[in-house]
DNA sequence: AGCACGCCGACT
DNA sequence: GTCGGCGTGCTC
């Protein structure tokens, strides 16, 4: 009988580049060690967690193995699947599969693994009724019942419930004996996208997976997963990860949107992390907007995702007209068409709705009251005496404040010609309602922005005056939808401005009825505008990425920053192999003593690149080197 | 990161 | 003779 006991190769719980590999250990006989699980290592000279990776009967290590210290729990947490996705995700993103770990499994709650199994409900196949009107659609619902694995960049139209797609599409997949993973930008999507979850699939037929919900509940949905007690994980970005057996279908929402990026290192897109664990899974998988972003156009430029919109005729009686309106003169505008804050065509539209009985929605890009002044007289930007940080101001008849420190600038001078008058830059929203209560005296009007989101429209006539992204929906539909201050948005220095702009139009346009009006306040020349009023976000993010391949940006070509004391990123960029034509950008300073470089390369050698710093990282952490922090996909160039 | 090993200057 | 500087390298 053989006596030697198991090896297992353990994942230190160390975010250390240089530590960032596997660590075989004997198995203590009657530990029950499983792939997966967590246990305590002796590692040096200290004790540390890890997971469990695999298990197998005999190691490469020539030195002398220590046993597992203990077992923490044999409560499997991270199956295989998820394992090689971490390991996918870091090399990805020249990070460590440690701190991939740490975002994809929750904190562990003892009291919840105590809890009993349930079963498995099965999940009958969905009507595809709905997904016929976009071309493919159906065809791909079926094939997702087939257990094929379509991929697919879709294109919402206006008024879509795209929850109940997604939920079809799960339920789909789930009805084959498949499992499905669907992720969203924030909460609010989140809450919808449950609703309509309980309503295709019934009770208990899936999980959401979020850190809103609490660590308690958080974990209970993990292992529900986990154990494949549940076929569905609908969640927010870390739910990307979710240890889904048996995965037919991964679906995103909104990739544009920007807290679908991690704030932990490496910093890892949902997208991203969901179009590797397609791939590697070889599941489904559905991109799915009202806008497009470049990356996902990149996919169906590829080859590796079918375009699925909507014929041109469905689109038009899906989406309300929309009319542009140049923004000639936003703060001296003639009042007589009812208010300074809004152009005629903007107001009359607003009138008519409310007159119907139907609430309108207006867009306008800053939250407060005036969230930034100029000089009255040459227009210098008001700046705090204090720490120059802007002045803004809170309220009507209210002294300039600094958004910076707080300080009161009673005696306010313009530091260029010394005028003592400020007039505003941007109106914020809490001003507009104040303004738009005025035009529309006998109307209720309502704000939503930020922490203070109103979760529906009021019914019937109501004026709602929401920031990009908490626009609450209507339950019939606004009747109006205004898009004011556009040129705040198109005029930020982003690469991706306009793509940012057309998304948060789109995704407010989209609340409208179909037999309503939207204005966009801007330029109807804009290609932006455009594709606003044709609602063909593929046109646009074609264009968009045609011109960025042409200036070599993303996503046709791959960044990655370096972060260092001054001279070390340039060092680090110029010990870099040459075959591998990494061109440096900058070095700009950070600070007195940090600079940033940028690296690019072609996309075909991302992959290397990511490798390349990896390595360089870890050799560098080894020899006791200034710390360089490399970023792949930095946001200043995403 | 910690912590060992290791090879050269000024101290009990 | 040895205490200790921190360069180099390893951690199953």
């Known amino acids: 009988m053989d006596e030697s006991p198991a090896i297992a190769a353990v994942c230190i719980d160390q975010p250390l580049p240089q530590l960032d590999r596997l660590f075989d250990y004997l198995v203590p006989e009657g530990m029950d060690v499983r792939p997966g699980c967590r246990v305590r290592v002796r590692f040096g000279r200290r004790k540390v967690a890890g997971f469990v990776i695999a298990v197998k009967p005999s ?10 210290s203990d077992l923490v729990s044999p409560q499997p947490v991270v199956t295989e699947e998820i394992a090689v996705l971490a390991r996918a995700v870091a090399d990805r993103y020249a990070g460590t599969m440690s701190d991939v770990l740490r975002l994809a499994v929750p904190e562990r709650r ?5 809890e009993a ?22 065809a791909f619902l079926r094939a997702l019942h087939d257990t094929k694995s379509p991929r697919a960049v879709w294109t919402a ?20 004996g498949r499992g499905a993973v669907l992720v969203v930008p924030d909460q609010t999507d989140l809450d919808r996208l449950d609703a309509a979850l309980e309503a295709v699939l019934g009770p208990d037929r899936h999980v959401v997976l979020s850190a809103q919900a609490g660590p308690t509940k958080r974990y209970r949905a993990f292992l529900k997963a ?11 970005r870390a739910a990307a990860f979710a240890p889904v057996p048996n995965l037919g279908l991964v679906a995103i929402w909104d990739d544009g949107d920007g807290s679908h990026v991690d704030r932990h290192a490496p910093y890892p897109h ?6 590797t664990r397609a791939g590697l899974a070889k599941a489904a998988c559905l991109v799915g907007a009202h806008a497009r972003t470049p990356q996902a156009q990149l996919l169906v430029e590829t080859r590796w995702a079918v375009s699925m919109t909507a014929p041109r005729g469905e689109i038009r009686s899906a989406t309300p007209r929309i009319v542009p309106v140049g923004d000639e003169s936003d703060l001296e505008r003639d009042p007589s068409g009812g208010t300074a804050r809004l152009p005629t065509v903007a107001w009359e539209a607003a009138r008519a709705a409310l007159a119907k009985d139907r609430p309108v929605l207006v867009q306008v890009p800053r939250r407060g009251y005036v969230p930034a002044v100029s000089c009255q007289r040459c227009r210098t930007r008001a700046a705090c005496p204090n720490c120059s940080g802007p002045l803004r101001l809170l309220g009507p008849r209210r002294d300039p404040v600094c958004g910076w420190c707080g300080t009161v600038a009673r005696d306010f001078r313009c530091a260029e010609c010394g005028s003592n008058r400020v007039r505003a830059v941007v109106i914020g929203a809490e001003r507009t309602v104040e303004e738009l209560a005025q035009a529309f005296p006998d109307t209720p009007v309502v704000e939503s922005t930020g922490v203070n989101r109103l979760e529906s429209a009021p019914a019937g006539a109501a004026v709602v005056v929401a920031t990009p992204g908490v626009e609450p929906a209507a339950a019939e539909g606004y009747g109006a939808v205004l898009l004011l201050d556009t040129w705040a948005l198109l005029t930020r220095a982003e690469l991706t401005a306009s793509e940012e702009a057309l998304r948060r139009w789109m995704n407010a346009v989209a609340l409208a009825r179909p037999d309503g009006t939207a204005v966009v306040v801007a330029d109807g020349g804009l290609a932006v505008v455009q594709a606003l009023m044709r609602w063909d976000p593929a046109w646009f993010a074609a264009r968009e990425l045609e011109e960025r ?17 001054n001279g070390e990123p340039e060092k680090l960029a110029t010990d870099l192999p040459h075959d591998l034509g990494a061109e440096p950008i900058g070095p700009i300073p950070v600070d007195e003593h940090t600079e940033r470089l940028l690296l690019r390369v072609r996309r075909r050698d991302g992959a290397a690149l990511a490798a390349t710093l990896a390595k360089a990282t870890a050799e560098r952490a080894n020899a006791k080197a200034d710390p360089v922090r490399v970023q792949i996909d930095p946001r200043e160039i995403a």
């Not at 349930?118 to 071309?135: C, N, Q």
């Not at 986990?226 to 927010?236: C, E, P, S, Y």
């Not at 391949?549 to 004391?565: C, H």
């Open 59 to 68: 190691t490469d290590f020539a030195g002398k193995l220590l046993w597992i």
């Open 110 to 114: 003892v009291r919840v693994e105590a």
């Open 117 to 138: 199994p349930a079963e498995v409900l099965p999940v009958a196949a969905p009507s595809s009724d709905h997904w016929k009107r976009y071309i493919a659609g159906e």
């Open 157 to 176: 139209v206006p008024g879509e419930d795209w929850p109940a797609r997604f939920a079809e599409a799960a339920a789909a997949t789930a009805a084959a």
């Open 226 to 236: 986990a154990r494949g007690d549940v076929r569905i994980v609908a969640g927010t």
């Open 270 to 275: 949902a997208r991203e992390v969901l179009l």
């Open 549 to 565: 391949t042409e200036l070599g940006f993303p996503p046709v070509m791959k960044f990655a920053a370096l972060t260092g004391p």
